[in-house]
């Protein structure tokens, strides 16, 4: 793990000084769900670094809240209008937004999707975002090794993103599942497995107060769990109120995704027995310099190997390491999470 | 005196009781119609009572000490945030910034304590004090500067939650760090137990809140005042009652209600988080509405939005426990928001 991000970390700075040449008078878009979200104020943070290291001028866009469409099919149009050389975009609406990308790139604009992947995945010219089959297989497979034998009758608490089931929320979980060894079904979909050890899914809106909710609900269908799989790390703080407010918070182990500073705290005190970080100031800035770059040549970024997009990096950070499943300390975690 | 002075001997056969609004139609229909006008708290206490029954024989766990105190743990900062929006709506009016004024009340409380390093007390108080200032500004555009209700609360509604995004940088506050440093800002998640059933100090505020509300409703001037002011405005100007204060009163009461509220949400989720209660005003106007409380003023009891606000609690948790799609939810209760109205509507008619 160490080594990909190391590896990354290279390639940003041979293209940064490959691109670095020619960069002057080029425009950028970020076109993010919000700017409210630390991760995405972290991305715009890691884009407007990067571009005024280039010299390109970036412009950034936000939906008001996450799920608003409109407002990010406008800032499409802006840029066209506005002649940009390439726009980063993380959707809230993978599918419907990709007439509008689609009449961006016939405008000769490269699309890069940040985070998360357009539907289908090549509306977009490249997409560099975190592996999130992988990081949910990475605290699958934690939770597993950690439970032992006892992983065999676990009592499972799903605690998803949303009903509407987006690409990112259905890979977290169906990686957490695969990772912890339950049979997906279609893997597309959450909520189509069999296995009797899932108790069941509910949806948080990925906030404090819809994880403490979810997990009553599914407390009160089985007041027995103990594994609890959250969307991200804020679902995971609110999961366990609720379990504290029954005096189960020490026998239950909950996992997350994310890598947010408050998220990694929560490990090293115990709340969240780990957690998979992503990088988002690494995607952002990979995509200034992927646009600078084509910009300059034409060259359009290449997926990672075996994968159909950029892969940016995920790693899981853990205080209680199993063996078989590698991992960074919180230590480490603390130095590279964001927000 | 002579005969023709004798006025009263004159009315000694006129009938002699006050001036009354007889109820001379005595249909079934009618009688429930008027029981209604009378107690517009009752329907919603139906509706709640029958729903109970239902999910008790149709859902597992439902009957369970665990599950029905969950109920009141769900509902309480929407009950809290719908007393306040209550009582905006007996005035005519609508208040669609209560959960923003709910969530940054929460953040000043939070990052006056953290940020400046105030004792958590004064912070608390600053929360609320922040609470009532937004329902002030609420009070005196609508009151003074006479501007309509849903525009004023429109823009504060976005003016306040940018100001929350903007102050707080969305950033949490770890419900850990609230434990270790300042206690006080959980006060309301505080629990005890009675016979298996699970309560917190926020339950316990919002039952108490809405019987101080009852009380001051019916039987202070002021409440009479506000019933007036959202009944017709002139006249209740005409009768003597200062409707620019009364209007004003309501709107900081609201605001500061809301802050309470804030400092709930606080206990009941551990951290101090600004993305939290982004749907308050919509899930405060829908508990009101069921509770069957008159979006025209002037009609409804309080009671009426506490049941209302039950409703949508037993609903979410009874379909969950059913194992229904959470969609269900949402269309039943759009089913029950357009009853309730069409229901207030007809009682409207007994007086026509």
């Known amino acids: 793990m160490k080594k990909l991000l190391a590896g990354t970390a290279l390639a940003l700075m041979a293209s940064g000084g490959a691109a670095m040449a020619d960069g002057h008078g080029v425009t950028a878009c970020l076109i993010t769900k919000t700017d409210t979200n630390p991760f995405f104020v972290k991305m715009r943070e890691g884009a407007m670094a990067a571009a005024e290291e280039l010299g390109i001028t970036l412009n950034a866009y936000a939906g008001q809240v996450d799920g608003d469409h409109e407002t990010q099919v406008a800032a499409i149009e802006t840029c066209i209008a506005d002649g940009a050389s390439g726009i980063l975009l993380t959707a809230s609406d993978t599918s419907a937004i990709t007439t509008a990308v689609q009449q961006a790139r016939d405008a000769g604009i490269l699309v890069i999707a940040l985070d998360t992947p357009l539907d289908p995945i090549d509306a977009a010219d490249a997409t560099f975002a975190t592996d999130n089959f992988e990081a949910g297989r990475l605290i699958g497979a934690w939770a597993a090794a950690s439970m032992g034998d006892a992983a065999a009758d676990a009592r499972i608490a799903m605690l998803d993103l949303a009903v509407s089931q987006p690409t990112v929320g259905v890979l977290r979980d169906q990686g957490f599942l695969e990772g912890f060894g339950i049979d997906l079904g279609d893997p597309n979909r959450w909520g189509d497995e069999e296995d009797p050890r899932i108790v069941g899914n509910a949806v948080t809106a990925g906030n404090e107060e819809g994880g403490r909710t979810a997990m009553e609900e599914l407390l009160a269908i089985d007041p027995m769990i103990n594994v609890v799989y959250t969307i991200n790390e804020p679902a995971a703080a609110g999961a366990y109120e609720a379990l504290r407010s029954i005096g189960r918070e020490n026998d239950v182990l909950i996992v997350s995704v994310d890598g947010g500073c408050p998220g990694v705290q929560n490990v090293a005190d115990g709340v969240i027995g780990a957690t998979s970080q992503q990088y988002p100031l690494l995607m952002a800035s990979l995509g200034v310099q992927a646009i600078a770059q084509f910009a300059a040549d034409g060259t359009v970024p290449q997926p990672s190997e075996g994968l159909d997009f950029f892969n940016t990096g995920v790693a899981l950070v853990t205080d209680t390491p199993v063996d078989g499943v590698d991992s960074v300390s919180v230590a480490e975690g603390t130095d590279l999470c964001w927000g | ?352």
């Not at chain 2, 429930?32 to 024989?57: D, K, N, R, Y």
């Not at chain 2, 009163?249 to 500061?256: E, I, K, P």
């Not at chain 2, 982004?278 to 405060?284: H, K, L, M, T």
């Not at chain 2, 209760?333 to 026509?352: E, H, M, N, P, Y």
């Open chain 2, 1 to 352: 005196m002579n005969a023709q002075d004798d006025y009263e001997s004159a009315a000694k056969d006129a009938a002699t009781n006050v001036a009354e609004f007889a109820d001379t139609r005595k249909s079934p229909i009618h009688r429930i119609q008027h029981a209604l006008h009378v107690t517009p708290s009752l329907v919603p206490l139906v509706v709640l009572i029958a729903s109970l029954v239902m999910f008790g024989i149709f859902a597992n766990n439902f009957f369970t000490p665990f599950a029905l105190t969950l109920i009141l743990q769900q509902v309480q900062i929407v009950g809290i945030v719908a007393a306040a929006q209550t009582l905006v709506i007996l005035t005519a009016g609508i208040d669609l910034s209560v959960g923003a004024i709910m969530v940054l009340s929460s953040v000043v409380m939070g990052q006056f304590t953290f940020r400046y390093g105030l004792p958590p007390e004064v912070a608390v108080a600053c929360g609320l004090m922040c609470g009532a200032l937004c329902g002030f500004i609420n009070g005196f555009l609508v009151a003074v500067m006479k501007l309509p209700p849903f525009i004023v609360t429109l823009g504060m509604w976005q003016i306040v939650l940018a100001t929350n995004f903007l102050y707080s940088k969305n950033e949490t506050i770890r419900s850990q760090d609230i434990e270790a440093n300042a206690p006080i800002l959980q006060f309301f998640g505080t629990r005890f137990e009675i016979g298996g059933a699970v309560f917190t100090y926020g339950v316990v505020f919002l039952v108490i809140l809405v019987m101080v509300l009852a009380y001051a409703l019916r039987h202070t001037a002021w409440g009479r005042h506000v019933y007036a002011v959202g009944d017709d405005p002139e006249a209740a100007e005409l009768s003597g009652v200062n409707v620019r204060k009364t209007l004003i009163s309501v709107y900081m009461l609201s605001g500061l209600i809301c802050a309470f509220a804030g400092w709930a949400l606080i206990g009941r989720i551990g951290s101090v988080s600004p993305t939290s209660g982004q749907f308050a005003n919509i899930e405060s106007i829908t508990a009101v509405v069921i509770g069957g409380i008159s979006l025209f003023g002037g009609r409804g009891s309080i009671l009426g939005t506490f049941f209302g606000a039950l409703i949508v609690g037993v609903f979410t948790l009874g379909l969950r426990l059913m194992g229904a799609d959470a969609q269900w939810t949402y269309l039943l209760i759009g089913v029950l928001i357009i009853t309730a109205v069409a229901v207030d509507q007809w009682i409207r008619k007994v007086s026509a």
